[in-house]
């Protein structure tokens, strides 16, 4: 909720010409996309990072376990639509950070020499 409460204020302070919601947008959104390409890989490869952090514990019964079961009972219990919410997420993440940063570049289209 806070970050569509950020992204809401940065799209008001661009669209009044404001040089201060130019340089947050450039700020704020590549945030968002660096955020975004550190937190996407564990939600796809999560069984392969479970089973890594597993493999190096100390703890046996954490070694022994199956861990492609674990995430595949895991994912079972979330509903359906779930993945398609992830998948867009990933999407506004990443394109639309980099459609606002190209935007924000572009001086015709963020309005600044109009």
Not at 27 to 43: R, S, Y
């Amino acid at each position: 909720m806070s970050i569509g409460v950020c992204l809401t204020a940065l799209a008001l302070l661009n669209l009044s010409a404001s040089g201060t919601g130019r340089i947050l947008s450039w700020i704020f959104q590549a945030v968002i996309f660096v955020l975004g390409c550190v937190i996407m890989p564990g939600e796809v490869f999560t069984t392969r990072y479970i089973k890594a952090a597993f493999h190096k514990s100390d703890d046996p019964s954490l070694r022994g376990l199956d861990v492609e079961a674990f995430v595949d009972a895991a994912a079972g219990a979330y509903p359906s639509w779930l993945r398609g919410v992830i998948a867009a997420r990933l999407i506004l993440a990443t394109v639309g950070s980099l459609l606002v940063i190209v935007a924000s570049a572009l001086p015709a289209v963020s309005g600044y020499f109009a």
